[in-house]
């Protein structure tokens, strides 16, 4: 197997990075890039903790190969908050008691923003439906539900 | 009722001190813990079920620039990973490698190189020829008669000692006479109940990075509820002196009980450092760990008498666990059962047998709940049934014979009592039955639709700590160690090893102290630590955290809190008695001043800085607590369903939950708590089962999610009908009034599904999961299989 | 028997190749068929390839070609390029209104990543039995139109397009173009049903009715149902015993029961063989109450 090069920007900045054809966009971000933030949980799909967005779309970087995003935009969690300025999805999750081990927060921070951007008052119905591929073994959800409601509800009001 | 006036900072909800790192993606977890140089380090695991290695060639993976470790490679030291219990009930029957496979994925050796790739290659190209053994993958074929041993000995105080059918332990524990008891009984019932095994799901698999040093001493990142345990571990496999080994503090994703041991690949990752000379990772996959640990599987057949009234009067329980191929904590699981059992209700004779055997399967270890889940499980089904046979409402019935306020209790096993001094339980089932509309429940059996809908209960508790004896008779290792130090601004330094599994518990102790100091939460940081600078604490377990390892913050922040007064009496020349401390928002300080004399204040920054620009030294203390007690966290169910009779599927459509967990002093956390236990115990009582094919010894699920399930998100009841509620209780030996609640918050979950479905189709499922399967397999027969013959047991004398 | 795994990287190694259009495509298949995997969205594939049930010496990421991209409707036949995604699908302009059993067979597909990352060919060329579209094209009579590098095309009725697990009549130098679905006739009704252990699952069982509703009777009527044989299947038998006949309770209770007669379900890891039977026949049930209602509603299809 040989190297190709992959161009693309993580959280705004250019990249230009040798990757094997079988590289993981999972390990690619964690290894050569140190953003760990972005969590293998399962490896096959099943878990969300690995979620990132390409090119605004929610996307399983497990099951995504590294040379597949030549050209796109990825967002990963650190790229989330602007500045010191946390998303306000971030801040719902620490406002509503919604964070916990911690583990599953990344993805499902990622999922929830990609919900806001689509739909910015979604109902709890609309939220359990986006958000069910994302596990959480701590909250039983019901915090994690309040936290993306009530950041649409926030959104809308500023 | 005890309680403090005013409280600043316990009760309210704030943003947790690691909730900016969380939710940023910038925490540091076992597995984002990268050192210089590190080298990738992976375990070869074994296919069968049970087999001797009758050669391992490592040749060719060290050909490709790998390092190996097998069994010849480490310290011949046989140990128990988990070292919770004393000395004397420590059951040691594993190496860290060895050469014998005991389960489909124990490790048979390890490697580590450069890469990832590289490591898996090397992996695969070790030889290995097995000599497969018969393996024993249930109980029953484990106890045959000539059945071949698993472990032909362990070593059990300081001494090789024979295993005798597989059976690791045994306990029988006794209180009164049951044959008196039962011979006065009106009526006897006799159940069978079985609680499939599962799986944590934890959601960071385990982890480790090993750093060595030149002079011989090791750094360590773990998954692990207890650094100092590790630590000693380390130090008896590898013969260092403790002061060599510094295990990291370090976040972890959510453990329920699966990192309460020292996990297998820490040891096994210290091997490779030392062998190689090289910092090395190990960050293992879902399917490693779903072969790793799982739940213990319990059958439990219960029998109790009862007089015409209702009295408990005799109660015989016999517990068959299997611990699958290693004794991790087999004979305090079996004291647990008892202990929870007897806890529950009063019960004036009893009698509890318990077995645990050893299998060819996953090993078990500690999950949420311990024996709790269990044991309520058949307790609660079962007395919801007695409560209907008398025809009496079982909310009321229960309460009057449960134990409760000023009754004995043992929680964690027979060497542990004491007297109940807080108890919330009339007041959690009088809300939550009004909260679900109890009264307005379905009569079992009398539903004809597709979808019939059921109400069921349960209440159950889990003991705060462990609360051993403190001279002799303590079957567990229980306290905690805290240092408080007083910075030169007039913050606060929090420095613990007590882990947060993410429940909160550090931002709850965090607390404590603040409130106790009378600084805003703000002037208090939980530090970053390791074991080097540490004193020791036994374990984050057993809903331990905040009664136990927070009482001993506790304990410190008043030595620190006296000795601020006392320099601050000697700068204001004021009696130090007639000093107080608060936390002043405005300031963003504590403030010490008299009340009613103005001129006599300083705040905390300007007496920490006086302290330290005149050379007066620091303020700090480190203080360690035993804490006598083990105080019930009550938790109390209610659970509404809705079963499709035609496919058997169960919904969960509300839910009231209660905890008396005394002062709450996370309650946002604390409902997660509660909220978390209902989506894990729904899963257990409705889909989960770790299963392994009765041929081959391999997961059913290969060791991957997708048949691993566990709930989402859509499983869950919706917020409207979610109801949390939180006892008005305070608990005298706990800090400021607090008492646990994490893992009793998974306890009441699989009985109170049992009792709603019963509820809803009137028929009893005494084995869990009750899957969709069971239902209608039940629904097509009219009766359940297996507690059909229990039944005609039902004497009625 | 036991493998070792690791999903944490792709153990297997492989070329990979980015084409940009449908001809570029075939030439890559042109020069080497053997050992090259057409590479969508990856959520299947990719899964095979870690597991190593799979290792093929070369992907092909379609993901970049236009032609396979999108949707069209032709003739009144909606055609689907096979790299649409299962999302883009399912929010297509009027496949909720006159597809109504496929947008909810896509609604149902795993979880939201996965339906934003996966796609209706990889959906059916991974032929899982439980593929959860597969039923629902089956009812609507769907075709798939397959592409060689020999610069032929044919187009394969779905219900013949699966041989078995895994398995389906595509030949290695062909790429599934697009998916076609004839126009709904008047008085159409159609439903998706899936049970499976938790909402976000591989089914347990899956079933998918169109029928077509006229004088209060059925005039037509298709029904497919999954994970209860080694392909997705149709009930032939409960199809032939519902035309001309109108929907109540007796006929339903009879339609279920035919449906169990024609399953041939396996015990697995998910379910066992008796339920899957049983629960067939109450899937197809439901789909058929649902899709008669439908029918008379007139506002779905």
Redesign the interface.
């Known amino acids: ?1 040989k190297r ?1 090069t992959v161009r693309f920007t993580i959280n705004g900045e250019a990249r230009e990075l040798a990757v ?5 966009l999972l ?1 690619v971000l ?2 050569q890039e ?16 690995c ?1 990132v967005q390409v090119d605004g ?4 970087s ?4 590294a ?2 995003v ?1 050209g796109c935009k990825v967002v ?3 790229g ?2 602007k500045g010191n300025q ?1 998303d306000p999805v ?1 801040e719902a ?14 993805g499902m ?1 990622m ?1 929830g923003r990609a919900l806001l951007d689509e739909k910015p008052r979604p109902t ?2 609309e ?20 936290a993306i409601m009530v950041a649409g509800e926030k959104a809308e009001l500023s | 009722m005890q309680t403090r006036t005013k409280l600043n900072t316990i009760g309210r ?1 704030t ?2 001190k ?12 076992a ?2 813990v ?1 050192v210089p140089r590190a080298w990738y380090g992976g375990v070869l695991r074994s296919p069968h079920a049970h087999a001797r290695i009758a050669s391992i060639d490592t040749s060719a993976a060290e050909a490709l620039g790998a390092v190996c470790l097998t069994f010849a490679d480490v310290p011949r030291v046989k140990y128990n990973e988990r070292t919770n219990c004393a000395p004397p009930h420590l059951y040691r029957d594993r190496y860290v490698l060895d050469d014998t496979a005991r389960h489909v994925g124990e490790a048979v050796a390890a490697v580590a190189a450069p890469t ?2 590289l490591a898996e290659k090397a992996l695969r190209a070790i030889k290995v020829e097995y000599e497969v053994l018969p393996a024993m993958l249930c109980a029953a074929d484990a106890l045959k008669d000539g059945a071949p041993k698993i472990h032909e000995t362990i070593l059990y105080r300081g001494k090789e000692t024979p295993i005798e059918h597989n059976v690791a332990v045994t306990r029988l524990i006794e209180v009164g006479d049951i044959e008196k008891g039962f011979a006065e009984a009106d009526s006897i019932i006799e159940r069978e109940f079985e609680a499939a095994p599962v799986y ?6 385990k982890s480790v990075v090993c750093k060595p040093a030149v002079d011989g001493s090791i750094t360590v990142w773990a998954t692990t509820q207890s650094i100092h345990n590790t630590r000693q571990l380390l130090a008896e496999i590898y013969g260092l002196p403790l002061h060599k080994i510094n295990v990291k503090k370090i ?6 009980g699966s990192s309460i041991q020292m996990n297998s690949v820490v040891p096994i990752c210290v091997g490779l450092a030392i062998k190689s000379g090289r910092p090395v990772k190990i ?1 293992t ?3 490693e760990d779903m072969y790793d640990h799982c739940r213990y599987q319990v059958r439990i057949t219960l029998k109790l008498g009862f007089k015409a009234d209702g009295t408990l009067v005799a109660g015989h329980m016999k517990t068959t666990v299997e611990l699958g191929a290693h004794n991790t904590q087999g004979y305090h699981f079996l004291g647990v059962i008892a202990g929870f059992w007897v806890s529950l209700y009063k019960l004036p004779n009893m009698k509890y047998e318990g077995t645990a055997v050893y299998t060819n399967r996953t090993p078990s270890c500690a999950m949420q709940g311990f024996g709790a889940p269990q044991a309520t499980f058949v307790t609660e089904v079962i007395m919801d049934e007695i409560a209907e046979l008398l025809g009496r409402d079982p909310v009321e019935y229960k309460l009057t014979q449960y134990r409760g306020l000023g009754d004995t209790f043992w929680g964690q096993g027979p060497t542990v009592k004491s007297i109940i001094l807080s108890d919330g339980v009339p007041e959690l089932l009088e809300v939550g039955a009004k909260k679900i509309g109890w009264d307005g429940r379905p009569v079992p059996g009398t539903q004809t639709g597709r979808f019939r809908r059921g109400i069921g209960m349960a209440r159950s508790f889990h003991c705060s700590g462990v609360g051993q004896p403190r001279k002799t008779g303590a079957e567990m290792i229980d306290y905690s160690g805290a240092i408080v130090k007083l910075n030169e601004d007039g913050s606060i330094d929090y420095i613990q090893s007590l882990m947060d ?4 518990t550090c931002e709850a102790i965090a607390k404590l102290v603040a409130e106790e100091i009378g600084v805003p939460l703000s002037m208090v940081g939980i530090s970053d630590v390791d074991t080097n600078t540490t004193v020791y604490d036994i374990t984050t377990h057993a809903t331990r955290g905040v009664f136990a390892g927070g009482a001993a913050a506790l304990k410190a922040a008043k030595s620190v809190k006296a000795k601020i007064l006392d320099y601050a009496s000697q700068l204001l020349d004021i009696m130090s008695e007639s000093l107080v401390i608060e936390p002043s928002e405005e300031l963003g300080q504590g403030v010490i001043y008299c009340p009613g004399y103005p001129e006599k204040r300083m705040t905390l920054g300007e007496l920490a800085k006086y302290l330290h620009v005149n050379s007066w030294g620091t303020i700090a203390a480190v203080e360690s607590l035993h804490p006598v007690t083990a105080p019930p966290a009550y938790v109390t169910y209610f659970v509404e369903v809705e079963v499709d009779t035609e496919t058997g599927v169960v919904k969960t459509l509300a839910a009231a939950l209660g905890s008396d967990c005394g002062t709450v002093v ?4 604390a ?2 708590q ?7 115990g729904a899963g257990c009582a409705l889909i989960e089962a770790h299963q392994w094919d009765r041929q081959t010894g391999e997961l059913a699920s290969k060791g ?3 048949d691993g399930k ?1 709930l ?3 499983e ?1 009841p ?2 409207e009908n ?1 109801h949390i509620d939180f006892a008005h209780t305070y608990e005298p030996t706990g800090p400021f009034g607090a008492k646990g609640i994490g893992e009793a918050s998974i306890n009441p979950a699989l009985a109170a599904y049992s009792n709603a479905i019963y509820n809803a189709l009137g028929i009893r499922f005494r084995e869990v999961p009750i899957t969709a399967e069971k239902i209608l397999a039940a629904l097509s027969t009219k009766k359940v299989r297996r507690t059909q013959p229990a039944q005609r047991e039902l004497v009625n004398s | 028997m036991y493998q070792t795994t690791n ?10 190749r ?1 084409p940009t259009s449908l001809e570029a495509v075939l030439r890559e298949l042109e020069h080497n068929a053997k050992g090259t995997r057409l ?1 969508a969205g ?2 299947d594939l ?2 095979q390839i ?2 190593e049930r799979t290792q093929p010496a070369r ?1 092909i ?1 379609i ?1 970049r070609v236009p032609e396979l991209m999108g949707m069209a409707v032709k003739d009144g036949m909606l055609i689907v390029g096979a790299a649409t995604s299962i999302r883009t699908l399912a929010n297509g302009v009027g496949v909720r209104e006159r597809y109504t059993a496929l947008a909810e067979s896509c ?1 149902a597909f ?5 339906m ?2 996966g796609t209706i060919g990889g959906n059916l060329c991974n032929a899982s039995p439980a593929a959860d579209t597969a039923p629902a094209l089956f009812a609507f009579d769907g075709a798939v139109e397959l592409a060689s590098c020999e610069g032929s095309r044919r187009t394969v009725p779905l219900d013949e397009f699966f041989v078995g697990p895994g398995r389906t009549v595509m030949r290695e130098d062909e790429v599934m173009v697009a998916v076609r679905l004839p126009k709904t006739a008047a008085g159409t009704g159609s439903a998706f049903v899936k049970i499976g252990r938790v ?2 699952d591989i089914s347990k069982v899956s079933a998918a009715v169109k029928l077509v509703r006229k004088d209060d009777r059925v005039s037509e009527c298709r029904i497919a149902v999954g994970a209860v044989a080694a392909t997705p299947m149709r009930a032939y038998t409960a199809e032939q015993y519902l035309a001309g006949r109108r929907i109540d309770a007796k006929t339903l209770a009879d339609a279920a029961r035919a449906v169990e007669e024609d399953v041939k379900p396996i015990t697995d890891v998910r379910s066992t063989k008796e339920y899957r039977t049983h629960v067939a026949g109450v899937a197809v049930k439901d789909a058929l109450g649902a899709a008669w209602q439908r029918a008379r509603g007139g506002e779905r299809q």
């Open positions: 197997m190709q094997y054809p079988n590289d993981l390990n964690r290894d140190s953003l760990t933030g972005t969590k293998y949980g399962c490896g096959i799909g099943e878990c969300g903790a979620t779309a929610p996307t399983l497990c099951l995504k190969l040379v597949s030549d990963t969690i650190e989330l908050a946390l971030q999750f620490l406002d509503n008691s919604a964070v916990q081990c911690g583990f599953c927060t990344p921070v999922m709890e119905q939220v359990r439906d986006h958000m069910r591929g994302s596990l959480c073994r701590c909250t039983g959800y019901a915090s994690i539900v309040r | 909800n943003h947790r690691d909730g900016i790192g969380k939710v940023t993606g910038t925490e540091q977890y597995s984002d990268s990832r790739a944590h799901a934890q959601m960071e698999t976040a972890i994703g959510g453990t329920f960050a996959t879902r399917e599994h993410g429940g909160g996370n309650p946002g956390l409902a997660g509660l909220t978390g236990g209902l989506s894990k991957f999610w997708v566990t989402s998100i859509l869950t919706l917020l979610l | 999903t944490r990287i792709i153990v297997p190694e492989f070329d990979v980015q590479l990856g959520t990719l899964v870690k597991l992907l990421d993901t609604d795993s979880t939201v990543p996965v934003i990352m909402a976000a």
